[in-house]
């Protein structure tokens, strides 16, 4: 296997802060090689340099032996590095088709786009690389994330790369379309391709990567073959420091108190029957394939569109028709939602502004509001979670993403309601973050909070949550805990016909 | 090491070869149902512009002629050139007030310049049409270069070109030559030159919403930030947008000296809030990324008629522009009913 | 409180005192303490129309129906009262009212039926328009009474009344921004209405209030203003359009919601008024007026805005670095 992308002290500035300071990284054709790190570490500026959007301030980066400087991402993607970022670069309103090939569509002599040609492109390109079946002239908007990321991925190999980037590219996807893109990832490093792969998810970089460079601070701390390598040393380059672990001591603090009931719980043809409890002092999981009722549950739950079936919230029933009946302090639930930078945060305000957003009413007397009684709040608040900002007027938009997280989870606190209904908390979060914030649900369990938890990650289900309800097709599949909570039973309850839980 | 259960790839392979992992399947009621609220955007218009006609037809004979036809084309015809370049703005995302100085530039440049030869008031007219290219892609690059919202920019080039009209005729006037005055009422097969520049205008938009740029525009409304990652230059994107809407404007100048054979500095004002209004009636969203020609010419054509039957049932004047609002409210607040089922029955 | 924030008001002011010292060399008889008092008085009117539009255009949208709500209560109003100051009485708060409730309709078009909030202004302001031609049929209106006259020309201890009524207003407004909760819900929504509704902002409720209060403003500078003119005339709210939301936008707000605040608005006001004061003077004809006026627009928002730094737009590489995120 030969060198095929080498980059020597990369130095990237921010005004004040070093992005990048002298990193290194090296990776072979024909090998799929994981780049790791926390958040903050580097590695996007890294990914960014090599798709031509930011140039760094020094070192030199070479391409098959010749110098590669890309003035912009076309001239990244024309040298053969087609990059996959979790941010979308897809436009809802244009079918699928026609954003695979966006700006590169085939043209008849009158210019314009030949429609038959670009079906026949569309179909080759996907049974090529075994795509999940997705119609080609559907609409973007009508897709599920999972699949538009999918998209995505198929827009970047469409250009045929010869360096697949793929940053964090499975946190959109569920357990099926995550075993596909391993698969291909694979594929295309044995067909001689280079796959850089950015991801969390050790167990992942595991099954796939053949070597690790790990950033840390902006520099290369390490590089190793995986097989040689073990987790812990892993985690320990990442962070640092030792961890002592990446989910916390479990114990059981459930009590016998329903904090929330659901009877014949359904939202229109998605999500139908609904039987559940939910124990103070629980961490009930939830689980299941992309699109089997999940997000409806708990945007329902939160009140957000329509749903039929009673829900009891500690003992009383209640309707919630809108998140202003969900939020009603201590009998309330609050949600931290999917998408925290369009649904969580308003990014171009203060990190105080955010998180005393829902509990304006707390600090104001007759309509006016109290700013000394705000900072109260805040500091608390930011001192509790240790939200690292340099001061609560900072702009929510500027901190990483585990910190706007915490934010989110500070201002759901506030609220001081006591059923948390968390969707996805962790997605695209680093490893230190991550563990605070499962150190910080079991807290609130052991302190009597009810937890509603959906995670993409079957491993995190496993390991955090006391029971794990799966959906099927809308329905409840089964509700496992002990030691039927594994991803094994898991996997089967979501995908294959079980006896009832 | 591993953290991830490798017999759980057995779960997977059943399902690779099974149906699990799709959505939940629908029944045809609900299929048919949502691709009828799909085109809600267009049908709407279509039906509001049929019921109109059928209205129209009840108070008059002849509604259904050749005679009705290029009439009514040709009493359209400069709103639907306006609303075209307007259609263009609005599906990048934008809004073109500067429509509105550019008509009434278009106009008395046109009355003053074009003098008796026809070699001239040609010239003139490929002139007055690039300036209104060159005006629209000036208005392009200051929004892209100062981060101005188009709203803010195009007000003020309104302003702008509206007081460049009235330098150069500060009343109503000027003169245009009698052939030219002439094709606003000639015709060809027994359509009237209207009805051909509409069909000219449907040739136009078939062929454009079909280009890279055509798509780029309803690409970079839908979701600007995409458009731009994906390589579409923000400047040019921005300035061909523009610019086209400019040049329409400039048509639409043209085509209404030819109605009414002067010029006047003020004329230009009348056109803008219903050139958007047209767009929004026939489908188009504010937001940018959705809707189509057609839709703004049934805009335009609703808009148009609701002139005509308020002449016809001989009530004052005034009574069109409380009518016009509350058809826009109808055809928006319709729309906005359908897209909220629509999405409720997405899976 | 940071600079950032407020940068954009300090600029208009800035550009206010730029303005006030060009005009001493240009106009010298300008700052005469008659004239800067009708200049103020002048603002006052954009002013009043301008602090409902600031609350309106902060919360995300935009009112278009000022100029007709403004015309409608002052037809109304000299229609009903017939030159009489009695009537006043009760047509003054009543006709407030109405604008009141236009308001709120297009309050409610926006924030419950989802109608964007040019197209519902828009409408609203048409169908007004409409409304009063027919009523009117057209012809001018009678005078307006004398305690109108009054409101709007006289003083008190050597004060306009209209100076009073604003500066009174300005208090309410800037409290209103800077110290409720009602303040805070406001720039939440403007900033994101989806973020407000997840976390439990009364959107609804703040939005409508928002298009109330600017239905109210336009009916007050409606009623006061043709106290100033002494008569009222159909299209005496047109040009108010434009300067409300002119007055917005250099006073710093953007135009999108969610950032601003009325005292910005104040110092637009008053750089409008000084600009269209100034350049009559210059013997200017009516057609370099408007070019002079949308140039100075441009100036003064792009100043106000994160302006040339679009500069970049020109240079092949795609985009500005953001610095490291997530």
Not at chain 2, 124 to 153: C, E, K, M, S, Y
Not at chain 3, 54 to 70: E, H, K, N, Q
């Amino acid at each position: 296997m030969t060198e095929l992308l080498n980059a020597t002290a990369i130095t990237k500035r921010y005004g004040g802060i070093t992005a990048l300071s002298r990193a290194d990284f090296s990776a072979r054709a024909g090998e799929v090689h994981a780049l790791l790190g926390e958040n903050g570490a580097g590695k996007s500026t890294f990914i960014q340099i090599l798709a031509g959007a930011v140039r760094p301030d020094g070192g030199t980066v070479t391409l098959a032996g010749s110098p590669y400087r890309p003035r912009n991402p076309q001239e990244a993607q024309q040298s053969g590095i087609s990059p996959v970022f979790q941010e979308l670069s897809l436009v809802p309103d244009l079918t699928v088709e026609e954003n695979i090939w966006f700006r590169r569509e085939p043209l008849s002599a009158i210019r314009t786009v030949r429609a038959r040609a670009m079906r026949e492109a569309t179909l080759e390109l996907f049974a090529r690389h075994k795509f999940p079946p997705i119609r080609p002239d559907q609409e973007l908007r009508r897709l599920t994330l999972a699949e538009r990321q999918v998209i995505e991925i198929a827009k970047a190999l469409s250009r045929d790369p010869q360096v697949l980037i793929l940053d964090e590219a499975t946190s959109a996807l569920g357990p099926q379309e995550t075993e596909w893109l391993l698969g291909l990832a694979k594929g295309l490093a044995e067909a001689g391709r280079l796959v850089i792969y950015i991801s969390h998810r050790l167990g992942e970089v595991r099954q796939i990567a053949d070597r690790i460079t790990v950033f840390r601070n902006g520099a290369t701390v390490a590089a190793y073959d995986t097989h040689a390598v073990d987790d812990e040393t892993i985690i320990t380059d990442m962070l640092g420091r030792r961890m002592d672990r990446l989910y916390p001591e479990r114990k059981s603090t459930a009590s016998q108190t329903v904090a929330l009931g659901l009877r014949g719980f359904g939202v229109d043809h998605r999500l139908a029957d609904i039987d559940l409890d939910l124990r103070e002092g629980e961490v009930l999981g939830i689980a299941g394939m992309q699109g089997h009722g999940q997000r409806e549950l708990f945007q329902a739950l939160f009140g957000i569109g329509g749903s039929r079936g009673t829900v009891e919230v500690w003992g009383k029933p209640k309707t919630i028709r809108g998140p202003r009946q969900a939020l009603t302090g201590r009998d309330g639930l609050a949600l931290v939602p999917e998408d925290r930078r369009n649904h969580g945060l308003l990014l171009s305000k203060s990190v105080r502004e955010n998180l005393t957003l829902s509990v304006i009413q707390r600090f104001t007397r007759f309509g006016i509001t109290d700013p000394k009684r705000e900072s109260a709040l805040v500091d608390e608040m930011i001192a509790t979670l240790k939200i690292k900002t340099g001061t609560p007027e900072q702009l929510a938009g500027t901190l990483s993403g585990g910190n706007q997280q915490k934010v989110i989870f500070g201002k759901m606190l506030l609220t001081e309601a006591r059923i948390l209904l968390l969707y996805d908390p962790t997605r695209g979060i680093d490893v230190g973050t991550k563990g605070e914030i499962f150190q910080l649900m079991r807290d609130l369990a052991a302190k009597g909070y009810a937890i509603l938890f959906y995670s993409s990650d079957l491993a995190e289900l496993v390991h955090v949550a006391d029971r794990v309800a799966v959906l099927r097709n809308g329905r409840l599949a089964a509700i496992l805990e002990g030691e039927d909570n594994s991803e094994r039973q898991i996997l089967r309850a979501a995908l294959i016909e079980t006896r009832a839980a | 090491m591993s953290i991830v259960d490798p017999t759980s790839r057995a779960g997977i392979a059943i399902a690779n070869s099974g149906a699990a992992g799709t959505t939940p399947r629908r029944s045809r009621a609900a299929i048919w149902k949502s691709a009828l609220l799909d085109r809600a955007s267009l049908i709407i218009p279509c039906v509001m512009l049929v019921a109109l006609l059928l209205v129209y037809a009840s108070l008059r004979d002849g509604v259904f002629t050749l005679d009705e036809l290029n009439l009514d084309t040709a009493a359209a015809m400069t709103l639907l050139l306006a609303a075209t370049g307007q259609t263009i703005v609005l599906l990048r995302g934008g809004i073109d007030l500067s429509i509105g100085g550019m008509i009434s530039l278009g106009t008395v440049l046109a009355a003053t310049r074009f003098g008796t030869d026809p070699g001239q008031a040609a010239a003139w007219a490929f002139g007055i049409v690039a300036i209104g290219g060159l005006v629209g892609a000036l208005n392009g690059i200051l929004i892209t270069v100062l981060r101005l919202q188009p709203f803010l920019v195009t007000l003020a080039t309104w302003s702008i070109l509206s007081g460049a009209a009235m330098i150069i005729l500060p009343t109503d006037g000027g003169a245009l030559p009698s052939g030219w005055t002439m094709f606003g009422v000639s015709s060809w097969l027994g359509l009237s030159s209207s009805v051909w520049l509409l069909a000219l205008l449907l040739v136009f938009w078939f062929w454009f919403k079909r280009t890279r740029l055509g798509i780029a525009i309803r690409a970079t409304g839908s979701n600007e930030r995409s458009a731009f990652l994906s390589g579409v230059s923000p400047i040019g994107i921005n300035i061909a947008t523009y610019g086209l809407s400019g040049i329409f404007a400039a048509l639409a100048a043209l085509y209404l000296t030819t109605q009414t054979g002067a010029g006047s500095p003020t004329i230009g004002k009348d056109y803008i809030l219903p050139s958007v209004a047209a767009a929004v009636i026939g489908g188009i969203s504010l937001f940018g990324g959705r809707g189509g020609l057609v839709g703004t010419m049934i805009g335009a054509f609703i808009l148009t008629l609701i002139g005509n039957l308020v002449f016809v049932l001989e009530v004052s004047s005034y009574w069109q522009p409380i009518v016009s609002g509350i058809i826009l409210l109808i055809a928006v607040l319709a729309s906005s009913i359908a897209e909220k089922s629509a999405r409720r029955s997405l899976s | 409180m940071n600079i950032r924030r407020h940068r954009a008001i300090l600029l208009a002011y800035l550009g206010m005192i730029v303005l006030l010292l060009l005009t001493s060399v240009v106009a010298p008889g300008f700052l005469s303490a008659t004239h800067l008092r009708s200049t103020v008085v002048l603002a006052a009117f954009i002013g009043i129309v301008a602090l409902g539009q600031t609350f309106v255009i902060i919360g995300g949208g935009i009112d278009l129906s000022v100029p007709w709500v403004l015309n409608s209560a002052a037809v109304l109003m000299t229609l009903l009262a017939n030159s009489q100051d009695a009537p006043l009485l009760w047509i003054v708060p009543v006709l407030l009212a109405a604008g009141a409730l236009v308001g709120m309709v297009n309050g409610f078009g926006v924030a419950i039926f989802g109608v964007p909030p040019i197209i519902m202004t828009l409408a609203v302001n048409v169908i007004l328009q409409g409304g009063i031609l027919v009523y009117t049929g057209g012809a001018p209106t009678s005078t307006a009474p004398q305690a109108i006259q009054f409101l709007a020309v006289g003083r008190i201890g050597g004060f306009p009344v209209v100076l009073i009524l604003w500066i009174a207003l300005a208090a309410i407004a800037t409290f209103l921004l800077s110290k409720t909760a009602f303040g805070r819900h406001l720039y939440a929504v403007g900033t994101s209405a989806t973020v407000a509704e997840f976390s439990g902002v009364p959107a609804l409720r703040t939005t409508v209030l928002a298009y109330t209060l600017s239905g109210f403003t336009a009916a007050l500078a409606g009623m006061l203003l043709t106290g100033y003119t002494a008569q009222a005339y159909l299209g005496m709210g047109d040009p108010y359009l434009f300067t409300s939301i002119a007055a917005v936008a250099i006073g710093g707000a953007s135009i999108l919601g969610g950032s601003g605040h009325y005292i910005g608005t104040i110092a637009g006001a008053l750089v409008l008024t000084i600009l269209t004061g100034l350049l009559p003077a210059l013997n200017l004809s009516s057609g370099a007026l408007l070019i002079v006026y949308g140039a100075v627009i441009l100036v003064t928002v792009s100043l106000a805005s994160e302006a040339l730094s679009g500069l970049s737009a020109f240079l092949p590489r795609f985009g500005r670095s953001r610095g490291p995120s997530a």
